[in-house]
């Protein structure tokens, strides 16, 4: 019973792709690629926007920074992000829900929704202790974004008659 015990060990320790560690998941290369497309061009820091107005992330979560993912909290003052505990980590829970579900993110239409790939890759990151390497913040969170969305619905003005 030792014997086969410590085989059962040996085997889950050794075994590729079973044990995985923070410095196996690039958060810059890996995971932030996904996390900007789809979310940060509502959760980028503050900003002044084209008629200098400031516009501030939305629900105050900040995406664009390790900072800011790792302060950042929900509407019940939990964390949104929980190294080492993906079942405790909303941000990952959102995506998860059924796109029908007011509470899924990111919202149906507004961004990219993440691929089933992509959520696994992010749980195992938060489960091996969510290590961002060197990376701390984006220095232009909204360069590059495809995004229409808030902007120019916020400048819109709908007329019913």
């Not at 040996?10 to 196996?24: N, R, S, W, Y």
């Not at 996390?35 to 516009?55: F, L």
């Not at 105050?60 to 993912?69: F, M, P, Q, R, S």
């Not at 019940?76 to 909303?90: F, H, M, N, T, Y």
């Amino acid at each position: 019973m030792q014997k086969t015990k410590l085989l059962l060990a040996i085997l889950t320790l050794t075994t590729p792709g079973v044990v995985l560690q923070a410095e196996d998941i690039d958060f810059a290369t890996q995971i932030y690629p996904f996390v900007k497309s789809g979310c940060v061009s509502c959760h980028s820091p503050p900003y002044a926007d084209e008629r200098g107005r400031t516009r501030r992330p939305k629900a105050d979560i900040v995406l664009a920074t390790k900072e800011g993912i790792l302060n950042s909290v929900d509407e019940d003052e939990e964390k949104i992000l929980v190294p080492g505990d993906p079942d405790a980590s909303r941000m990952l829970e959102v995506t998860k829900l059924p796109i029908y579900d007011d509470m899924h993110f990111p919202p149906e239409g507004k961004a990219p929704q993440w691929t089933d790939a992509e959520k696994e890759l992010f749980s195992k990151w938060i489960a091996a202790g969510a290590d961002f390497g060197d990376w701390t913040e984006d220095p232009a969170p909204r360069e590059g974004l495809e995004w229409d969305g808030v902007e120019k619905q916020a400048g819109t003005v709908e007329t019913f008659e």
